[in-house]
């Protein structure tokens, strides 16, 4: 009897191993974006005027943000991990809004 109970609840109460999360991929669009930003501020520095300079610097850091979101999830804490979020969400918003102000001021100013 005591053999029978014990296969029950073997058979009940199977023990679930925490599904592993699968690394992350290598990102080769993601580092090609933010090497190319960062080769077009350095090429561009005295062409840009301050709008277009200022959105290109935060396009980079949010792209570089973001690739720290994608590949820093284990490593950082929740507080840290919600701080890189937000700061990617700010920044790529700010670039958007720099690009429409500058494209106003050049085609309907």
């Known amino acids: 009897m005591a053999r029978i109970l014990k296969k029950i609840q073997q058979k009940t109460t199977s023990v679930e191993k925490p599904a592993e999360t699968p690394p992350p991929g290598k990102d080769y669009i993601l580092i090609f974006l933010i090497m190319l ?17 200022s959105m290109y610097i935060l396009l980079t850091l949010s792209l570089i943000l973001t690739y720290t ?15 890189v979020t937000r700061g990617s969400f700010v920044t790529i918003g700010m670039a ?3 690009f429409l102000i500058d494209a106003y001021r050049r085609y309907i100013a």
């Open 37 to 53: 930003s960062i080769m077009v501020i350095g090429a561009s520095w005295e062409a840009f005027d301050a709008v277009m300079l």
């Open 96 to 98: 958007a809004a720099l």
């Open 69 to 83: 979101r994608r590949h820093g999830a284990n490593r950082l804490s929740e507080f840290q991990m919600m701080l």
